[in-house]
T-cell receptor, first 109, second 114 residues
């Protein structure tokens, strides 16, 4: 595709539920990044993939967060047992120059 | 440790006047530096980038930034502000040592007065 796409654009879920957020990077980009942006703050790094493997997952806040990229293209960020503090905009970017997707706004009620 | 500091959380200028958004970085080696803009309810858009070529970098929409190693600064400027420039601006550093340690500043909200 022409750019990075993310689905869904908005997700509302109840506390304790499981959610999956999807990122389709620009075709051919091997580097993929996930960020979390809380209201009024800059994006915070979560995880970085180079190809299929997570090259750096040091930004994941705890073991409820997990991300995969099984074929080196689409990536899924998975959050288990969601908490209200997980509410944020989740951003995906590809390549080091950071072509960003529009984000998924997650709201945990 | 690498870090980036945006010195102003909010800047307000009149339309047609110059814009200056300040950014200082801390990095052990020559970093890559970027400025991004985020309009309300829109995604982040790359304005410009510095990757150790020319120290004066020109970006989109008339913005430019100058890398000053001696001052560890990468301030964003524009000669004449336009109403459409109102947005949040982020300074970003990618340390030379690691492509994954991408660090965003806390952002500067730019307001334009008519």
């Amino acid at each position: 595709g022409a750019g990075v796409s993310q689905t869904p654009s908005n997700k509302v879920t109840e506390k304790g539920k499981y959610v999956e957020l999807r990122c389709d990077p620009i075709s051919g980009h091997t580097a993929l990044y996930w960020y979390r942006q809380s209201l009024g703050q800059g994006p915070e790094f979560l995880i970085y993939f180079q190809g299929t493997g997570a090259a750096d997952d040091s930004g994941l806040p705890n073991d409820r967060f997990f991300a995969v990229r099984p074929e080196g293209s689409v990536s899924t960020l998975k959050i288990q047992r969601t908490e209200r503090g997980d509410s944020a905009m989740y951003l995906c970017a590809s390549r080091e120059e950071q072509y960003f997707g529009p984000g998924t706004r997650l709201t945990v009620t | 440790a690498q870090s980036v500091t945006q010195l102003d959380s909010h800047v307000s200028v009149s339309e047609g006047t110059p814009v200056l958004l300040r950014c200082n970085y801390s990095s052990s080696y020559s970093p890559s530096l970027f400025w991004y803009v985020q309009h309300p309810n829109k995604g982040l858009q790359l304005l410009l980038k510095y990757t150790s070529a020319a120290t004066l970098v020109k970006g989109i929409n008339g913005f430019e930034a100058e890398f000053k190693k001696s001052e560890t600064s990468f301030h964003l400027t524009k000669p004449s502000a336009h109403m459409s420039d109102a947005a949040e601006y982020f300074c970003v550093v990618i340390p030379y040592s690691s492509a994954s340690k991408i660090i965003f500043g806390s952002g500067t909200r730019l307001s334009i007065r008519p």
